[in-house]
């Protein structure tokens, strides 16, 4: 028997039943009444909102989407460097008021970018970054071969890359080791011309020093598709693009 949901508010007494939950997100208060739950399915590739609630029995099956977001997530991330390189939300916004102006187009092609997270969907962006005839700095705990990452580094080397490199792309998961792993040291370090783009998790920037950074022009800009809280109550317009 299978029962469909939209809102927690209206799962009720049921959750009391359920042996299986497939979800993106849900509260402790309703895996604290689900006595019956043993397995839990997300639909996310990561399972850290998850993993963290109080009231997840140990015994509970926790599995997750990883792999099946790399096209996607990839495109994203190709989406974000090319909008941010050819400034297209101020496009936007001078077309919606009848304003004809031109600048310099930037190319991604012989750009240096960087992948904070060599997962399945950081191969992805490799590859496609790649296609643009980009060269590609990975940076992951895990060192091993990919054929379409020209430079591979540890994350004790990431001030080193983040100096060289025209973008930085998260995509690494939230753990207690990457919260925040991107915060004045790294922002500091990168060139003024470059552009900082996370498709991970919010909470693995520090977004004061990030919001301090680019107003003070010390990066280019920032496309955030994550923020440590959803949705973010400050609107940010700092010449990058806030997703």
């Avoid at 930085?168 to 792993?181: A, D, H, N």
């Avoid at 959803?230 to 700092?238: D, L, R, T």
Wanted: aromatic share 6%.
């Amino acid at each position: 028997m299978i029962h469909t949901f939209l809102k927690e508010e209206e799962i009720g007494k049921f959750i009391e039943k359920v042996n299986v939950l497939l979800t993106f997100r849900i509260s402790d208060g309703l895996i604290k009444r689900a006595k019956n739950l043993q397995w839990i399915q997300s639909m996310a590739s990561g399972v850290d909102a998850i993993v963290k609630l109080p009231s997840l029995r140990k015994e509970v099956l926790l599995t997750s989407t990883r792999g099946i977001h790399a096209p996607q997530m990839a495109e994203m991330a190709i989406l974000l460097m090319l909008s941010l390189n050819r400034n297209f939300p101020q496009i936007i916004r001078n077309q919606d008021k009848g304003i004809w102006e031109r600048w310099p187009a930037k190319l991604l092609y012989q750009k240096k970018v960087g992948i904070l997270g060599i997962g399945a969907i950081g191969e992805e962006i490799a590859r496609k970054c790649k296609a643009f005839g980009m060269t590609v700095f990975g940076i992951d705990i895990v060192q091993r071969k990919v054929d379409a990452v020209d430079y591979s580094y540890g994350p004790e080397d990431l001030l080193k890359v983040v100096q060289e490199v025209d973008y930085l792309i998260i995509v690494v998961p939230l753990t207690p080791q990457t919260r925040k792993m991107v915060g004045t040291k790294v922002l500091s370090s990168m060139k003024p011309t470059a552009f900082l783009i996370n498709i991970g998790r919010g909470e693995i920037i520090d977004e004061n020093a990030l919001i301090h950074s680019l107003e003070s022009g010390k990066i280019a800009g920032a496309a955030l598709d994550v923020f440590s809280q959803s949705p973010y109550p400050k609107i940010m317009h700092y010449g990058g693009l806030r997703m």
